[in-house]
């Protein structure tokens, strides 16, 4: 299965629905153009430029399309950077959550996680660097995007945690705390994993040795956390 978060963003047919062939060629079309918009975003952003210096028309030139033709996607230039942010934020979801129904022992969910994380960033790393740069200095309606992604991450571990029985003493309220504290622990390691020098095998294993070290401290802080 694809982890391309632009997979995520084509928009799904309606169950059911009768298209005409000339229906759905349009609808092809429109969603390629939809996808050269945000690739074209997340390619300016590569060659250094910041998310809040893009204009629209630097956009759809280097997508190749009319200006015109961006109002038919996006309302602004914020919905377009939403859009990068569910993109990424959906699939790296599901693959996390299909970790954690795996029912493998707590260490090495704990490992496979972070593994399964970082080659997503490495693969993703312009979602990411787009990411990183928001989360700090973004718009705050992106901002503000982030952190509700951050928090359904969160609940969702949290969920997941207590469907399997882990940490069964922590009160829904310290669990939901301790998974955000996961998910921040997470969003900063991507900056490290953006950084790993290219080919080079034992800072990557020395980096992802320190983020599992990190995420079993903040575990083994919660198994000793004991309410006032």
Same mark, same amino acid.
């Given at each position: 299965?694809?982890?391309?978060?632009?997979?995520?963003?084509?928009?799904?047919?309606?169950?059911?629905?009768?298209?005409?062939?000339?229906?759905?060629?349009?609808?092809?079309?429109?969603?390629?153009?939809?996808?050269? %918009?945000?690739?074209?975003? *997340?390619? !300016?952003? /590569? @060659?250094?430029?910041?998310?809040?210096?893009?204009? $629209? +028309? &630097?956009?759809?030139?280097?997508?190749?399309?009319?200006?015109?033709?961006?109002?038919?996607?996006?309302?602004? %230039?914020?919905?377009?950077? *939403?859009? !990068?942010? /569910? @993109?990424?934020?959906?699939?790296?979801?599901?693959? $996390? +959550? &299909?970790?954690?129904?795996?029912?493998?022992?707590?260490?090495?969910?704990?490992?496979?996680?972070?593994?399964?994380?970082?080659?997503?960033?490495?693969?993703?790393?312009?979602?990411?660097?787009?990411?990183?740069?928001?989360?700090?200095?973004?718009?705050?309606?992106?901002?503000?995007?982030?952190?509700?992604?951050?928090?359904?991450?969160?609940?969702?571990?949290?969920?997941?945690?207590?469907?399997?029985?882990?940490?069964?003493?922590?009160?829904?309220?310290?669990?939901?705390?301790?998974?955000?504290?996961?998910?921040?622990?997470?969003?900063?390691?991507?900056?490290?994993?953006?950084?790993?020098?290219?080919?080079?095998?034992?800072?990557?294993?020395?980096?992802?040795?320190?983020?599992?070290?990190?995420?079993?401290?903040?575990?083994?802080?919660?198994?000793?956390?004991?309410?006032?």
């Amino acid at each position: 299965m694809s982890t391309d978060p632009a997979a995520v963003a084509r928009n799904k047919p309606t169950r059911g629905s009768a298209s005409t062939p000339v229906t759905s060629k349009r609808s092809e079309r429109k969603q390629r153009t939809r996808e050269h %918009l945000l690739d074209s975003a *997340l390619g !300016l952003m /590569e @060659a250094g430029r910041g998310f809040s210096s893009l204009s $629209l +028309r &630097e956009i759809t030139r280097e997508a190749g399309v009319a200006p015109a033709a961006f109002y038919r996607h996006f309302s602004d %230039l914020d919905e377009l950077g *939403l859009a !990068l942010v /569910e @993109a990424c934020g959906l699939t790296l979801r599901r693959l $996390l +959550r &299909e970790v954690r129904r795996q029912e493998l022992p707590p260490t090495q969910m704990l490992r496979s996680s972070v593994v399964i994380y970082k080659d997503y960033v490495k693969a993703n790393h312009r979602y990411f660097r787009f990411a990183a740069g928001a989360r700090g200095g973004g718009s705050p309606s992106i901002r503000k995007a982030i952190r509700i992604e951050e928090a359904h991450f969160a609940h969702e571990m949290a969920q997941d945690m207590r469907d399997l029985d882990m940490l069964p003493q922590l009160p829904m309220d310290a669990l939901q705390v301790m998974c955000g504290l996961v998910v921040t622990t997470m969003m900063n390691a991507a900056s490290d994993i953006l950084d790993l020098p290219a080919g080079n095998a034992q800072a990557e294993k020395e980096m992802t040795e320190t983020f599992v070290m990190q995420l079993r401290l903040v575990f083994l802080g919660a198994r000793s956390w004991q309410p006032r």
